[in-house]
Every structure is written in structure tokens, then in C-alpha cells.
């Protein structure tokens, strides 16, 4: 696991001074080694920087490397796990080795292949790779988005970084907000497109290359997963099939020259992890886990049955408000941007805390997009069939009456919600919906109350990236539709909430359940394998009944979750928001109204309403904005 950077140019774009700079401000991401190169022959200028987290060929795997006559030279961040099989083909196609370094193996598939070598990798990749001969970059970012790669385009030049504040170090684009990308921002917490809320960064997305060639760059998709095929096969076999790939997962991404650990939160994904490395490895294994103090919040009681089943080493990390409150600025400045999650701080310290014991740690992330995790999808399917079961029992012009006067009949809210919902599900668009109930922070009624014209009041085009998504598939059940769209956007965030905050610390994390094998396989399951009745992941369930017990298989999901909505009434915590969001630093930005911000403040304090992800977003945005934007 690295740090990279670089840029490429048809004239000299940066010093080397500059280029040293741009590789400092990602030193966290690879204290072992520091390397940079730089071509300044013309027609095509390029340097490349490197920070190395030493995992593979601790030795030989120095950055950035070259091939065996110094034409062509690369810089990545990740790990290919194939490496070793790519590399027998690759020697007896001719390719000479000097290293054992999965990067050597990248460097040759790209002599042998070109572009097209990013498809025989298996694994978690971010790479530039500088052609000297044709002067050219290639850049390529692995399926799912696991590492970064962000780039800035300016006056032929191309500028890029595993993290968007070695952008902004190289001097030469201005950090400036995004303005036209708020109102998305405040609806969803994330941006879901290539675009980032600094003006002119952008994110290379999962499953793309990047290249620049005199002076132009160009990008495009190299794969994407499909959902229209259908596995037919028989449970059983499909079952059998499933617990080969992910044990198979599992064990590649043990591959390592350092301590190996993870994270357990004592939920299905990570404690079948759990189970599955005890199995494939005999060594005690170090597991790190949460606990926040109050009893409804804390997990570890379910983390220390695993570890004990599992002969593992468990320790166990206690986060309190004041800690977040501390670390939450600095937190943000490694995010790049404003915090969506807000599990991202307990993380942070869990990774510190591993730290303390090994370099390398696998995760749970991605099992929930895969196989349905999430409450939403559940009821999206039920509204679904009640839908069905309501167009032919429910004439229009009733169906037109109930929904003008739903919210007023005198039945539990969560039952209004359903029926609504129902009775709007066979319209030709349903996704809005979706979004409406299931994704947003803000609505767009908020939404333009707190921005009073200042962002724009049109909403126009703020769904847009989602829905194409959504609409990727139109033939596909609505939860085939919420699981791509999920992989493309909610997912990536995920994501990198676990690299920003783990690579903070200077530990890799590894993703078992996003082997691109394995991702391929869930998306052609059956919708009733993924949501049966009430249970959520039925299928991969069922395969873990033979690794875990009932009560940790079935218990429900939480996920390290920080106690927000109780901490932001303490007064602590609460005086620490007010002295941000009620600032005249804030007020003087201009962006938000101050009096609907004071109002979604007071309706929470005095439990009218729980605003607590609301105000979080509204936070991490200021504090984002005075680290990287208001800053000489």
C-alpha cells in the first residue's frame, strides 16, 4: 500500500521542488521509502512520486520502478494478488525479473498487453504508468473503486495523487469550492459522479483509465458488472460455488511479507471473515474492535464470541465525544473532504490501534451492496408486491384519492409510509422515490430553504448521476437497480472512508467480498437469494451457517455506529457545533441560511426531531471549508 503522485505535461509543469512537496503531503500513506523521478526531454514532460507502506518484496519493491531498458515507469498504490500466476505466463512469454514485486508484474503485463493489461489483474490497484518512448500516461483504477485516484487538468497539463491534497500542494490549482456540486452534496452527504467539491478535481472512477497524450487526456471503462444474466443452477450448487469464492477471497488477500490482522465488528460480514481466516491460517490473528461505552452502541460483546471462536487476539478501542471532537478536524484534512460517515471516526481510531500490531488488515466492506444488506432494499421489495398486489385490486381514481390524503389517516407512520409508497411504485419512475425516502439527507424542500438561492433553488440535475444508474438496467427488479446504483455510488464512498482513515494511520485494508469474481457472481443471483422475506443476505446466510453460530449470524446489522444523535445533546458536543455552525466565519461564508441551520439545531437538542446527520453534514462542511479553502 502507497501514496502516489505525479503530473505530465508538454512543457515543464513542476519543479522538482513542487513534485518533492506533493509527495510530502502524502507521506502517511508510505513512511517506509520516499521515491520520485522526472522527464524533462520534451515533446512529453512527466514526474512521478511515490511513498511506500512496505508490504510485498520488502527489499526490492522500491518506487517508482522501471522496466528492464528504462522506457516505461510506473507508480502504484494496492496490491495484486495474482501476481505470482501472472507472473510464470509473463516469463515465459520473455519477461526477465529483477524484483518480486506484484508492481514488477504490472510494469510487464503493460510491455506484453498495453491498456488492455488491467484486465488480468486481481486486486486493489491505483497506477501511472509514464511511456517514455511515446511519451504518454496511462493510469488505470481498480473495478470497485477500493484505492484512489484523483487528477486535475489544467493548460494541457495533467496533475494526479492518491489524495486530492497533493493536488492542491503542487501549486498549481487553486482549492476552490464547487459550487455548482452543493446542492448534491447536501442531498446525498457524497458526490456521485467524477466530479469532487474542489473546482477542477476530479476522481478517476472505479472500472477507468486515464490517459494523456500531448497535451489531451481521455478516459473510459474498462468493465462493469452485469446484472441481466441469471444463475439457474440449484441452491445448493450456487451455495457451494459462493463459499468457494469467498474463502478463496479470503485466502489471497492473506498474501503478506508484515502482520496480518482486521477489523471485527462481531457482525456476519467481518465474523465470517474471522472464521474463514482462523481456518486457512494457523497462526493467532489480531482482531480490533469498538466500543463507545453506552451498551445500545457497543458490539463488543459480539466481537469477543468470534475472536474466542476464531483464536484470535481481540482488542478492543473505547471512542468518546471528546475524542471525536479532537480528531475531527484532523480527520477531515486526511479525508480530503467533508466526513459522510460518521463511523469514519471510530475507524480512524481502530486503525490506530492496529497500527500498534500489524501493517495490513481485511475488512467487511461491500457485502451489503452485493447481496442486500440494507433496510431499503428490503422495503423497496415489499412496496414493490404491494404494489402489484394493490394496481389490480386498487382502481385510479381511488388510488388517486388515497394518495392525496394518506398522511392524514390514522394509522402508524411507518404503515403510511408503506402504502404511499405502494401506491406510487407502478409509475413509470419510481426511483425518485427511492431517493426521497431511502438516501437523502436533505430533501429538496430543505434543501432550497437552506441555501435561500444562494446555491441555486434549482434542483435540476441533482439525482441525475443516480438515476442513470438506477436506469442502467431498466428490465431488472428495483433491487438489482438499487444494488447497481449502490456499487457505483454509495459503495465508492464506503470505500474510501475505509482507505482515507486506515492509510491515515499508515495500515492497508483489504476488501475480501469486492474480489471482482465474487462481485460478478452475487449480481446474477436471483432476487429472492439475496431477499427472502424478511431476511436480508439469505444466501450468504446460509453459506456461513457452516462458519459461525445462529446468534451471530442473525443478529442485527450495526457496524461500528457512533452514537451521534446522543453525543450532539451533550453539552460538550453541542457547544462545539454551535461554536462552529452559529460562527460568523460560517454566517460570513454566505452559503447557508443561519436561521434554518439554528432551527434544525433547536429541534434536536429539545427531541422534536432527530437532526443529528443533518447538522453533521452542515459541520463537516465548514470545518471542511476553513482546512482546505479558507487557508493562505
Not at 157 to 177: D, T
Not at 382 to 395: D, I, Q, S
Not at 543 to 564: A, C, E, N, W, Y
Amino acid at each position: 500500500m502507497c501514496g502516489i503522485c505525479g503530473y505530465a505535461g508538454t512543457r515543464q509543469v513542476l519543479t522538482s521542488q513542487a513534485l518533492e512537496s506533493m509527495t510530502a503531503a502524502i507521506k502517511h500513506r508510505g513512511p517506509d521509502a520516499t521515491g520520485m523521478v522526472t522527464f524533462e526531454d520534451g515533446p512529453g514532460f512527466c514526474g512521478l512520486g511515490h511513498t511506500r507502506l512496505s508490504i510485498i518484496d520488502l527489499a526490492g519493491g522500491a518506487q517508482p520502478m522501471c522496466n528492464e531498458d528504462g522506457t516505461i515507469w510506473i507508480v502504484f498504490n494496492g496490491e495484486i494478488y495474482n501476481h505470482r500466476d501472472l507472473r510464470s505466463s509473463l516469463e515465459s512469454l520473455g519477461h526477465r525479473y529483477t524484483t518480486s514485486s506484484d508492481t514488477e508484474t504490472i510494469l510487464h503485463l503493460y510491455e506484453q498487453y498495453g491498456r488492455d493489461c488491467v484486465h488480468h489483474l486481481l486486486g486493489m490497484f491505483a497506477f501511472a504508468i509514464w511511456d517514455d518512448a511515446r511519451k504518454t500516461l496511462f493510469a488505470a483504477r481498480d473495478r470497485l473503486g477500493i484505492k484512489p485516484f484523483y487528477y486535475g487538468y489544467e493548460n494541457d497539463a495533467l496533475i494526479f495523487g492518491s489524495e486530492i491534497k497533493a493536488i492542491v500542494q503542487s501549486g498549481k490549482i487553486h482549492p476552490a469550492l464547487n459550487r455548482k456540486k452543493l446542492n448534491e452534496y447536501l442531498a446525498f452527504g457524497y458526490l456521485t459522479d467524477e466530479a469532487t467539491l474542489f473546482s477542477g478535481i476530479h476522481k478517476l472512477l472505479p472500472g477507468h483509465w486515464l490517459t494523456w497524450e500531448k497535451g489531451a487526456i481521455s478516459t473510459g471503462r474498462y468493465w462493469d458488472v452485469n446484472f441481466e444474466a441469471k444463475d439457474v443452477r440449484p441452491r445448493q450448487a450456487i451455495e457451494q460455488e459462493l463459499g468457494r469464492l469467498f474463502e478463496n477471497a479470503v485466502q489471497m488477500r492473506l498474501m503478506s511479507d508484515v502482520p496480518l490482522g482486521m477489523f471485527l465488528s462481531g457482525g456476519l460480514d467481518s465474523s465470517a471473515i474471522a472464521a474463514t481466516m482462523a481456518k486457512l491460517n494457523p497462526d493467532r490473528i489480531n482482531a480490533f474492535t469498538v466500543d463507545f461505552g453506552q451498551g445500545y452502541y457497543s458490539e463488543s460483546s459480539y466481537a469477543e464470541i468470534v475472536a474466542d471462536a476464531s483464536n484470535m487476539q481481540l482488542h478492543k478501542v473505547t471512542v468518546t465525544s471528546r475524542m471525536v471532537v479532537d480528531a475531527l478536524e484532523k480527520l477531515i484534512w486526511h479525508n480530503d473532504l467533508p466526513i459522510h460517515f460518521p463511523a469514519s471516526i471510530p475507524l480512524y481510531f481502530v486503525s490506530l490501534e492496529a497500527s500498534r500490531h500489524v501493517k495490513v488488515v481485511l475488512t467487511g466492506e461491500g457485502s451489503d451492496e452485493l447481496f442486500g444488506g440494507y433496510g431499503r432494499y428490503r422495503r423497496s421489495v415489499l412496496n414493490m408486491r404491494m404494489a402489484t398486489m394493490l394496481k389490480g385490486m386498487v382502481p385510479d381514481a381511488v388510488r388517486q384519492v388515497i394518495q392525496k390524503h394518506v398522511w392524514h389517516l390514522p394509522v402508524p407512520m411507518k404503515l403510511k409510509k408503506a402504502l404511499a409508497h405502494s401506491l406510487f411504485y407502478h409509475q413509470p419512475d419510481v426511483s425518485h422515490l427511492i431517493l426521497d425516502n431511502y438516501y437523502g439527507i436533505f430533501t429538496q424542500k430543505e434543501i432550497q430553504a437552506l441555501t435561500g438561492g444562494t446555491a441555486g433553488n434549482d434542483m435540476t440535475g441533482v439525482y441525475d448521476n443516480y438515476l442513470n444508474y438506477f436506469h442502467r438496467f431498466p428490465d431488472e427488479q428495483v433491487l438489482n437497480r438499487m444494488l447497481y446504483a449502490d456499487m457505483k455510488t454509495y459503495l465508492e464512498e464506503l470505500l474510501m472512508k475505509q482507505d482515507k482513515m486506515s492509510m491515515a494511520t499508515s495500515v492497508e485494508s483489504r476488501v475480501p467480498f469486492l474480489d471482482h469474481r465474487l462481485v460478478e457472481m452475487a449480481a446474477i443471483l436471483p432476487e429472492n437469494l439475496k431477499i427472502k422475506g424478511r431476511h436480508l443476505k439469505y444466501i450468504f446466510k446460509q453459506v456461513s451457517q457452516k462458519l459461525l453460530p445462529p446468534d451471530i449470524i442473525h443478529r442485527p446489522k450495526m457496524g461500528f455506529p457512533l452514537p451521534l444523535e446522543t453525543w450532539m445533546k451533550e453539552p460538550f458536543f453541542n457547544g462545539f457545533v454551535k461554536d462552529i455552525l452559529l460562527d460568523s466565519r460560517t454566517r460570513d461564508r454566505g452559503l447557508f441560511s443561519r436561521k434554518q441551520i439554528k432551527t434544525l439545531m433547536d429541534d434536536h437538542e429539545k427531541n422534536r426531531r432527530d437532526n443529528s446527520l443533518k447538522i453533521w453534514q452542515l459541520l463537516n462542511f465548514e470545518l471542511w471549508s476553513r482546512t482546505f479553502l479558507d487557508r493562505p
